[in-house]
């Protein structure tokens, strides 16, 4: 009798994430004026690539947000009841939360992000930096809706989101999260939120074209993960970072610019640059009090209190000649 022996292996399917990307990808690159969606900055190296900005002289967010936590901890944190939920919206490193954790008494802490494992590292080192806290780790998309556990259904919700994150966000996409984190938190819910405020456009430019070249790392590090993940041919000397301040649309746009016409191949499809043509990679939103209560009023929540910190929002200095 004859035999045959086969060995087969498991088919390598991409999994879902690597298909969403790949069709967004080439969806967004393929049309004019192409862009890329914000969110696939953030790969292990990207994450990293914005921890290193978050550190930045010219990079003034996150220790400025840090600060307000720190110097209005205490106001922020009362208005947070006793025994409340507090769910935090991308939780990431939870360097924020703690700032308000050593402030407050809540019943639990619900940290929510699309990183499971990373998630269950942080859950861990807060369980054992504040023994007794109940700490409900969630893994999901922030943005899409989801499931609280029930565990907390009759806690009071307090929802909470620094970072300016929102700022990269659209009007349009930043009223359906908030609409939504309204559904997911419910009725009587409050919310906590930090966001970058309009200030003299030379600190904004600065903050988005540091000296050392690490917010154009950044910038650049999509096209790197394109060509690791989806096969891309993408050569990262013919781009270049570009970050400037769109004034009548309030925000930082960074763009990645294509030094020359060119052509790139991705998963099969030919991709048509020509030179000096930008893919619109982010923006970010810098907001005013009243923009952004007034975004708030028409997602369905009411503004309650604004923390800033004591530095000049704005130098709009009207000058005269002597
Ligand atoms: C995460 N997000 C609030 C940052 C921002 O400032 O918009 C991302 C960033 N992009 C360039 N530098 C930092």
Redesign the pocket.
Request: negative net charge; proline residues 11%.
């Given at each position: 009798m004859n035999m045959h022996a086969t060995a087969l292996s498991e088919a390598h399917l991409p999994d879902e994430q690597t298909t969403a990307f790949a069709r967004d990808a080439i969806g967004d690159l393929s049309q004019r004026p192409k862009r890329l969606s914000?969110k696939y900055f953030y790969d292990a190296a990207g994450s990293e690539l914005?921890e290193a900005?978050t550190k930045l002289p010219e990079?003034y967010?996150t220790r400025t947000e840090l600060s307000i936590l720190r110097d209005r901890g205490d106001d922020i944190s009362a208005i947070i009841p006793k025994g409340a939920a507090l769910v935090e919206f991308g939780a990431g490193a939870t360097t924020k939360v703690r700032l308000l954790l050593e402030k407050c008494d809540i019943g639990a802490y619900v940290p929510v992000d699309i990183s499971g494992d990373f998630l269950k590292e942080q859950a861990d080192a807060l369980r054992r930096d504040f023994p007794g806290l109940a700490v409900y780790p969630v893994a999901a998309d922030f943005t899409a809706p989801f499931a609280l556990p029930a565990s907390i259904a009759n806690l009071p919700k307090v929802g909470f989101f620094p970072?300016?994150?929102l700022?990269?966000f659209e009007p349009h996409e930043a009223c359906a999260f908030l609409r939504s984190a309204r559904e997911i938190l419910g009725k009587g819910a409050q919310m906590i939120i930090g966001v970058?405020l309009e200030k003299d456009e030379r600190v904004l430019y600065d903050?988005?074209n540091d000296a050392a070249g690490v917010?154009a790392r950044?910038n650049l590090n999509v096209l790197v993960r394109i060509n690791r993940e989806l096969g891309g041919n993408f050569d990262l000397s013919a781009f270049t970072h570009r970050a400037i301040y769109n004034r009548e649309r309030h925000r930082?746009e960074?763009h990645l610019i294509a030094k020359t016409s060119q052509n790139v191949r991705l998963l099969g499809t030919n991709l048509t640059f020509r030179a000096g043509e930008s893919i619109h990679t982010?923006s970010?939103y810098k907001y005013s009090i009243e923009r952004f209560n007034a975004l708030a009023r028409g997602s369905g929540w009411t503004p309650r209190a604004s923390w800033t910190d004591p530095a000049p929002i704005r130098s709009n200095r009207a000058v005269r000649p002597k």
């Open positions: 914000p914005f900005i990079y967010p970072g300016s994150t700022g990269n970058d903050a988005y917010t950044f930082i960074m982010e970010s």
